[in-house]
């Protein structure tokens, strides 16, 4: 493999990580965008963090065998309590440890952008990965479905962490990102469940579900910025009286 085509399988790999977290970034407000220079360490954050994912679910696989199987419950087993819970609690965490505490994280949407840029450079190791295996072909369908998935997901966790970090009543921390990352691991899983079971019915269930977790993310979105805007309202009202 020549040196030109090496480069051109990391440019296509990496091509629909940076394309969502352009994306997401433009629902940043306009005026108060998180730093590039941040949002591009936390991706790397992200890719490096896919390393140990990797291992533990080989470590896993290993003893279960679940990536092989034909056995629907293995599948299932494999999905929801093996690869999801890693990868979900591993993006988190490389999110938490090394962006949560810094001033620039200074309200709920930065947990969102945040955490969408580590879903994104987990995405984009696992594109590498891929394209190197499988061919540049493969990218085309992970365009829109596992890169978007990661993306998504890690958005949703990013959401409750965001809120969590912003919440007066700490008790209720714990609850709220708890919430976010069994959510995130759910939806994962049910990804994870679909493209396995290879029925004839995958694509259409999968461009259903991709759907429905565009849209939730999208409505968690408008509701942070609808609570900043309600807060800057309020904020204005105080003044003037």
Known sequence: MSALTILWFIFVALLPGLFWLWFYRRQDNPFDQEPLRLIFKTFLYGAAIALPAVALEFAADFFFSFSISQNFLVIVFGALFVIAPIEEFLKYWVVKKTIYHQPTF??????????????????????????FSEGESAILLRFATATLMHAIASGIVGYYLGRAKFLKNKGGKGSLITFGLVSAILLHG???????????????????????????????????????????????????E
């Open 106 to 131: 200074s309200e709920p949407l930065d947990g969102i952008i945040y955490c969408i840029s580590a879903g994104l450079g987990f995405a984009s190791f696992e594109n590498l990965l891929v394209v």
């Open 190 to 240: 049910v990804y994870n469940i679909v493209v396995s079971a290879n029925t004839p019915f995958t694509f259409g269930l999968l461009v259903i579900l991709m759907i429905v977790m565009y849209f939730i993310l999208s409505a968690e979105i408008k509701k942070t910025k609808l609570l900043k805007a309600s807060k800057a309202v309020n904020k204005m009202q105080v003044r003037c």
